[in-house]
Antibody
Framework: EVRLVQSGAEVKKPGESVRISCQASGGTFTNYWVAWVRQVPGRGLEWMGRIDPTDFYTRYSPAFRGHVSISIDNTNNIAYLQWSSLRASDTATYFC???????????WGQGTQVTVAS | EIVLTQSPDFQSSTPKETVTISCRASQSIGSSLHWFQQKPGQSPKLLIKYVSQSMSGVPSRFSGGGSGTDFTLTINGLEEDDAATYYCQYSTADTPAFGGGTKVEIK
């Protein structure tokens, strides 16, 4: 049974960079896209973007384009979400999901808490 | 870009009641509408896909309906374990969207 295992919580200062990860344990990302979803404390879910492991094509929601970067290491079945310059407003829990071709994401990681504070 | 609007934002009901949550799309989305349940401290869980297809293991008291722009999630016979926030989602190969969520409280 495939599980998505995410990296641990991060505490950063504004302007710092960070990269969080999502590993497919017990399987691969083959035939699936990997997407990231943000949840600000006490608020709803926001789809951020996704990557296709086959050709590394990425698509971002307009709200996140240019501020985050999604990448993938197919050799080790690890997907990444990274920021080069964090803002306090990036404080949230981030979930990775597995999706494909317009189907809903049935598999989710456990979430990674990112806190940005001076 | 599709926008999903859920109502109500919050619902407080007693056990055994029937709860209906609405999700309205800004334009017709066919049947690409799904429902998730999220409990505090947990990841969202896919309950119903493509309007009305229940996922394996989901209790039969959960059902979905609708078409075009208006969709509903119904819980027939609310139970304590149903306390959670429910989200609708539009899935697409373009840019998916989530509704704002409906928090269901059990009185």
């Amino acid at each position: 049974e495939v599980r998505l295992v995410q990296s641990g919580a991060e505490v950063k200062k504004p302007g710092e960079s960070v990269r969080i990860s999502c590993q497919a344990s017990g399987g691969t990302f083959t035939n699936y896209w990997v997407a990231w979803v943000r949840q600000v404390p006490g608020r709803g879910l926001e789809w951020m973007g996704r990557i296709d492991p086959t050709d590394f094509y990425t698509r971002y929601s307009p709200a996140f384009r240019g501020h985050v970067s999604i990448s993938i290491d197919n050799t080790n079945n690890i997907a990444y979400l990274q920021w080069s310059s964090l803002r306090a407003s990036d404080t949230a829990t981030y979930f990775c999901t597995r999706e494909y071709g317009g189907n809903p994401p049935a598999l989710w990681g456990q979430g990674t808490q990112v806190t940005v504070a001076s | 870009e599709i926008v999903l609007t859920q109502s109500p934002d919050f619902q407080s009901s007693t056990p055994k009641e029937t709860v209906t949550i609405s999700c309205r799309a800004s334009q017709s989305i066919g049947s690409s509408l799904h429902w998730f349940q999220q409990k505090p401290g947990q990841s969202p869980k896919l309950l119903i896909k493509y309007v009305s297809q229940s996922m394996s293991g989901v209790p039969s008291r959960f059902s979905g309906g609708g078409s075009g722009t208006d969709f509903t999630l119904t819980i027939n016979g609310l139970e304590e374990d149903d306390a959670a926030t429910y989200y609708c989602q539009y899935s697409t190969a373009d840019t998916p969207a989530f509704g704002g969520g409906t928090k269901v409280e059990i009185k």
